[in-house]
């Protein structure tokens, strides 16, 4: 079976591309921090994402993390030398990229392996199936950073558990384990964490074989009903808190609670 790989030239973060057999495969690759994505490779991942595009035989996309993580989200750390404008902007670009995941005209399979945080859950919930193994982590723990969650952001939450588990979940900033992402839905499969590729190139291959047009069809409609659900509220919330989210990346930079002061 050939393969041809694509990396990018950067030593410690890099998006890994691949195809074989009408799967194309990308893999966040930063093993050493859990695959968070640094802005650079948000913007290498949405560039891979529609490269996939190019070759007419990739019928399915594979998205996956390098080793025992899918992604940990964006370098918190990044966001300690730069402006409130400019942590918006790098969240709305992060949205950008989710967002070109969740609307490419194949379907995507992502395969969760250890944690899947904060965009790193969007980015996973943006995958039209997703494969877990057993060691699977689901969080979005936003409360401890001020980031105050987008209405795109919310709306994959609500679309796929209901309003009241989306806001148990960003309240309490819990992680939920396999088994409890699998049955809250967030997961449409689970198996052990040594079969998770092979069982994901096997329904890759599924899915390829079957009829594009069906599969294409099946995936404009379901996003056009998700698109057409009633909006409830007029205003877009911005991502992040001009109060408690510099706090808040202070906090995880030096490894402390944050401190968080009452409006």
């Known amino acids: 079976m050939q393969v041809r790989t694509t990396r990018l030239k950067e030593e410690e973060a890099k998006i890994i591309y691949q195809e074989t057999a009408g799967l194309a495969i990308i893999t966040i690759h930063r093993p050493r921090l859990k695959n968070a994505l640094t802005s650079n490779m948000w913007t290498q991942l949405a560039d891979i994402a ?3 595009l190019d ?4 019928k399915v996309l594979i998205l996956r993390g390098s080793g025992e993580n899918f992604t940990a989200g964006s370098d918190i750390k990044e966001f300690n030398s730069i402006s409130l404008e400019e942590a918006e902007e790098a969240f709305v670009h992060m949205e950008k990229t989710i967002s070109t995941i969740e609307r490419l005209p194949i379907p995507v399979i992502g395969v969760i392996n250890g944690p899947a945080m904060g965009a790193g859950l969007e ?8 494969i877990g193994s057993d060691k699977a982590r689901m969080g979005i723990p936003v409360g401890k950073l001020g980031i105050t969650i987008n209405n795109k952001f919310a709306k994959r939450l609500v679309d796929l558990v209901g309003p009241s588990a989306t806001k148990d979940f960003v309240f309490t900033g819990r992680m939920y384990k396999a088994e409890e992402a699998f049955k809250a839905g967030m997961l449409n499969y689970l198996v052990a964490e040594k079969d998770l590729n092979k069982f994901a190139i096997r329904m890759g291959k599924l899915v390829a074989g079957m009829s594009p047009s069906s599969v294409l069809a099946v995936k404009r409609t379901v996003q056009e009903c998700l698109d057409s659900a009633p909006v409830l509220w007029k205003t877009s919330t911005p991502f992040v808190d001009p109060h408690d989210f510099p706090e808040g990346v202070r906090a995880f930079v030096e490894k402390r609670q944050p401190r968080f002061s009452r409006k």
């Open 50 to 52: 529609l490269k996939t």
């Open 55 to 58: 070759n007419p035989k990739n």
């Open 123 to 130: 980015l996973a919930l943006a995958c039209d199936i997703r």
